[in-house]
C-alpha cells in the first residue's frame, strides 16, 4: 500500500469491479481515516505475514489443497486464531475499535466482519474461493470446496456451522419463531462485506449522538459504493438533520437518478420541496 490518501484510494476502489476489489487493503483505508495515529505501515506488513503464512500452510495440505472445504476451515482457523492470536471481543462488542482494522490488529480481537475480512484476505492468498453470507446479525463466511461448501464463525474461532447451529443461531437473534431462509445463507459481494463493516461504525456513531460523525461515515461508503441508492437517501436525510440543505438536496438528487420512480421517490421528492422551500 503506497501513501495515497485514503479517500482517493476508496474513490479509486468504487470504479472497480467487485471480484478485483482487496478487502484487506480498502478496510485499511476506513481504518486509516478513523485511526490516522495508528501504524497502517506495519499493519499492511502483518497482513503480508499472514498472506504469506496462508500461502505454505495450503501447500502443506493435501486435503486442503486438493479442494475439501472442512480442511481449508481447519487450516484457516489454526492459521488464524491460533498462530496469529486472533479473536472474538466479547468483552467489549461495542467497543468502535472493533470495528477498525488497524485496531483490530493492534488488539488481535475485533467485530465478526472484521476477523471475516482478515479470512477473505488469507483465503485468497491461498487460492481458496470464500465468500460472506447474508446473514442477520451475525457475519459468517463460507468456504467453497470442489464438493461443497463450509460455513464458518470468523467470531468464534472459524468455528463450523451447520445448517441447526445457525438456525440457532437466527432463534436468539429473531427471536423463537424465526427460521432459515436461503438468502441467509446466499453469497454477497465484496463489497457488500466492507459497507457491513463500515456500517457497524455508522450505527456505533449514531447510538453516541454523533450525527456528523455518522454522516461522514456514509460518505465514505458512497465512495466505495457510488451507485447505492440507499446511502445516497441515508446521506440526504442525515444531512437533512444537520440543517446542511445544500448537501441534504445534492445527495437525494443522486438517490432520483438512481431510483427515479416509486414510492421511495415520491417521498424524497416531497422532502426536496420542503427543503427547498427553507432556502427562499
Known amino acids: 500500500m503506497s501513501d495515497t490518501d485514503p479517500r482517493a484510494a476508496l474513490d479509486a476502489a468504487g470504479q472497480l469491479p467487485d471480484d478485483e476489489l482487496d478487502v484487506a487493503t480498502i478496510a485499511l483505508h476506513f481504518a486509516r481515516l478513523d485511526a490516522p495515529d495508528a501504524d497502517w505501515h506495519a499493519a499492511t506488513l502483518h497482513l503480508s505475514d499472514i498472506a504469506r503464512a496462508a500461502t505454505e500452510a495450503a501447500s502443506l495440505n493435501a486435503a486442503a489443497d486438493e479442494g475439501d472445504a472442512e480442511a481449508r476451515r481447519v487450516v484457516l482457523a489454526r492459521l488464524i486464531h491460533e498462530h496469529f492470536g486472533y479473536h472474538g471481543d466479547v468483552e467489549t ?35 481458496w474461493p470464500t465468500h460472506g453470507l447474508d446473514f442477520p446479525g451475525h457475519f459468517f463466511l463460507s468456504m467453497e470446496g470442489v464438493r461443497g461448501q463450509s460455513v464458518l464463525d470468523p467470531f468464534s474461532g472459524g468455528a463450523a456451522m451447520d445448517a441447526p447451529a445457525l438456525r440457532a443461531m437466527l432463534k436468539r437473534i429473531e427471536g423463537p419463531k424465526a427460521e432459515l431462509r436461503p438468502s441467509m445463507v446466499a453469497p454477497v459481494e465484496r463489497r457488500a462485506v466492507l459497507l457491513r463493516l463500515q456500517n457497524n461504525i455508522k450505527i456505533r456513531r449514531l447510538k453516541s449522538h454523533d450525527m456528523e460523525g455518522a454522516v461522514t461515515c456514509v460518505e465514505d461508503m458512497l465512495r466505495l459504493a457510488p451507485d447505492s441508492a440507499a446511502l445516497w437517501r441515508e446521506a440526504g436525510l442525515m444531512n437533512q438533520r444537520l440543517d446542511r440543505i445544500g448537501a441534504a438536496l445534492t445527495s437525494l438528487e443522486r438517490f432520483l437518478r438512481l431510483v427515479p420512480t416509486g414510492e421511495a421517490a415520491d417521498r424524497v421528492r416531497g422532502v426536496m420541496e420542503e427543503l427547498r422551500q427553507r432556502l427562499n
Request: charged residues 25%; proline residues 3%; aromatic residues 6%.
Open 93 to 127: 462488542y461495542e467497543d468502535v475499535a472493533n470495528a477498525n482494522l488497524l485496531r483490530v490488529i493492534e488488539r488481535r480481537r475485533g467485530l465478526p466482519v472484521v476477523l471475516g475480512v482478515l479470512w477473505m484476505h488469507a483465503a485468497d492468498a491461498a487460492g
